[in-house]
């Protein structure tokens, strides 16, 4: 039973998880792009010294990388990104920005959704198994007025003493 209702709950929650996943994918090309139009003039300028991040704002693609790396990855935050501030600190504003939206709002947005939709899918398992319950006590009620009316042999619809004590003798 505890690892269908996960299932059931995980199930429910795949269409949530895809949805963000795809909002979260939106919202990162978005940055990308103000990344690649506003840092990369910048940082064409710096002499990095990692290699990647000397062309890490040069394509949507490059900066995409490397926003996911940073943002949803948590990875290697100050290695592109230090640098920047460093020679234009009002690059800052960008990269919190980006941190704040994809970061706290998003991703905690897309959390919120994929547990409620896991408890929709709960609950739908527990009226379901309230539906079972009722049938089964539905069908034990109709067991026993067929014995009773097994019992019942004059069929008056009531049993006397008589008829339950020769029901035992049966």
Not at 28 to 42: E, S
Not at 155 to 168: D, P, V
Request: aromatic share 12%.
């Amino acid at each position: 039973p505890t690892l269908k209702s996960m299932m059931v709950g995980f199930m429910g929650a795949v269409y949530a998880t895809l949805s963000g996943l795809f909002f979260l994918l939106c919202m990162m090309l978005a940055w990308a792009m103000i990344f690649v139009q506003l840092l990369h003039p910048i940082n064409a300028k710096l002499n990095h010294e990692v290699q990647f991040c000397q062309t890490a704002f040069s394509s949507v693609w490059q900066a995409l990388l490397v926003l996911f790396q940073t943002l949803v990855a948590g990875d290697s935050w100050g290695v592109c990104s230090l640098p920047l501030i460093a020679d234009a600190p009002f690059t800052y504003l960008l990269f919190l920005f980006a941190v704040v939206t994809v970061q706290f709002a998003l991703l905690n947005l897309v959390c919120a959704v994929i547990v409620d939709q896991a408890a929709a899918a709960r609950e739908e398992g527990k009226e379901e198994k309230i539906r079972r319950k009722k049938a089964a006590d539905a069908e034990k009620l109709e067991w026993w007025r067929g014995t009773m009316a097994e019992v019942d042999a004059d069929g008056s619809g009531h049993l006397t003493e008589e008829e339950f004590l020769a029901s035992y003798e049966k």
